[in-house]
């Protein structure tokens, strides 16, 4: 067999700036606040995070200086690795070029702690005590209980119930790094009573985990409210991933045709897939760019794009993206990472215009070809990584059938060390394939706020 072939950058080559994407489009749509429809301008959004990602979320500049405490961190685990995947290309009989960014080795396992360092560093910086977060799967959680006594700060956590009884593990990982973490809803919040009263037995959400958190954070301020994703000056911090990928690539002197990302918030897909968007701005190739959502939560192949909060209780700002409304609540879907009801407004812009493809793919399907990955590269892939590694097959496949040799470069998110439980279960058969019912959808879309009669 052919040997898979790993390209390393050195620390030097870890990235100095974060690239702002919104720079590059003419428009956005502003944010509204919640309470009066107004524009939020730089003095609102004050009131809810740090100066230094307030001013990133609102800026047009085109790059954004890492600290030098936090490129410092970084250097624990990055640049990742990428590595070329003969061994998958192999099995598969394809004439493709396949290339994945591997972000599993950072501490917890994901690429979230590229942002979790960063929001910890500015909160640190405003004088926040209290990280406190929401999380679905957990490695947004446990991103933040590693990222908080970096900087001397503590952590408490709200993860929604049906990925705290299915992954007990993350819930461990972050009591090891001495944060505090709640199953949601609880009974501690006005958000988590108002969905226990509708549901006893409610499976909880990420928009009714994130209420919970609000509510909490707001109340105190020494508390700092970190968000997982979706927000510009996130996939800012995440395009350290495509950066070094584009480095990487020319290492193995060759490009991606075809580069494909998992949608949960947006966030790692923003991180890999803009920077190889900025060059094709430039003049630079062409890439077809690939979001891969479950069809248990398909924000971008079947939501609307509206004006929407991204929490249940309507606490957050309105913002314009692609959005399956705020009370939609998706099947338990094992992907929990993937369960949002909104998408980043640059990812959702980037699909709007045409600049990124975006497809849905059941869990089945996407566990399958996450096997044949373990089985050829030996690295087990987080469950929402599948998804991206489905439809690479599945370009490969295509490959061999009109033998065109293409690149196709994916990003794998994390490993599924912790998500084994979801490993038996699709081994077992017992996984259930999930695609939504209209009902649970037309009860989303109804949540969406008609402005229109403000
Ligand atoms: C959180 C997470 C995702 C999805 O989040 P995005 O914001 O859409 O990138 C994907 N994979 C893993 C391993 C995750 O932890």
């Given at each position: 067999m052919s040997d898979q072939i790993k390209y390393v950058l050195s620390e030097d080559d870890i990235p100095r700036t974060w690239?702002?994407?919104a720079a590059d489009l003419p428009f956005m749509a502003p944010m509204l606040s919640p309470v009066t429809g107004e524009p939020v301008g730089l003095d609102g959004l004050r009131l809810s995070m740090p100066d230094g990602l307030a001013e990133q979320e609102l800026s047009t500049e085109p790059e954004f200086e890492i600290p030098e405490t936090v490129r410092q961190l970084y250097r624990q685990w990055r640049p990742t690795p990428l590595f070329r995947a003969r061994r998958l290309e192999q099995t598969l009989g394809t004439p493709a070029r396949i290339y994945f960014k591997y972000e599993g080795t950072a501490p917890t396992g994901s690429f979230k702690p590229n942002t979790a360092i960063?929001?910890?560093?500015y909160n640190k910086l405003a004088g926040k005590r209290v990280l406190i977060a929401e999380t679905g799967a957990g490695q947004w959680g446990s991103a933040i209980a590693f990222a908080a006594p970096l900087f001397g700060l503590s952590a408490r956590v709200f993860m929604v119930r049906v990925s705290y009884e299915q992954k007990p593990y993350r819930r461990l990982l972050m009591e090891t790094y001495g944060a505090e973490c709640l199953p949601s809803p609880t009974t501690t919040t006005e958000?988590?009573?108002?969905?226990?009263?509708?549901?006893?037995?409610?499976?909880?959400?990420l928009a009714i985990a994130k209420a919970e958190a609000l509510q909490v954070a707001y109340a105190d301020p020494d508390y700092g409210y970190t968000r997982g994703s979706a927000l510009n000056s996130i996939c800012a911090h995440q395009t350290v991933i495509g950066q070094e990928?584009?480095?990487q690539m020319a290492l193995a002197e060759d490009y991606p045709d075809i580069v494909i990302g998992c949608a949960g918030g947006g966030s790692n897909l923003a991180g890999l897939t803009f920077p190889f968007l900025r060059e094709q701005l430039r003049g630079g190739k062409r890439v077809r760019t690939i979001a891969v959502e479950p069809t248990a939560c398909p924000t971008l192949t079947r939501g609307r794009i509206a004006y929407d909060h991204s929490d249940s209780a309507r606490m957050t700002s309105l913002v314009r993206m692609h959005t399956l409304g705020h009370k939609f609540v998706p099947p338990p879907v094992h992907a929990?990472?993937?369960?949002?009801?909104?998408?980043?407004?640059?990812?959702?812009?980037?699909?709007?215009d045409g600049m990124m493809e975006a497809v849905a793919r059941p869990q089945v399907a996407c566990f399958e070809a996450g096997v044949m990955?373990?089985?050829t590269e030996g690295i087990l892939p987080a469950p929402e990584s599948t998804h991206a590694i489905c439809v690479a097959v599945e370009e490969a496949r295509r490959c061999a059938q009109d033998g065109e040799s293409r690149a196709i470069l994916f990003g794998l998110t994390g490993h599924g060390n912790f998500d084994l439980s979801a490993y038996e279960a699709y081994f077992a058969g017992r996984l259930p394939d999930d695609a939504v019912d209209d009902e649970a959808l037309a009860f989303g879309f109804d949540s969406i706020p008609d402005l229109s009669a403000a």
């Open positions: 690239y702002n994407f960063a929001q910890a560093y958000a988590g009573r108002a969905a226990l009263e509708e549901r006893p037995d409610h499976p909880g959400s990928a584009i480095a929990g990472g993937l369960r949002a009801h909104n998408i980043a407004p640059l990812v959702s812009r980037a699909v709007e990955f373990a089985r």
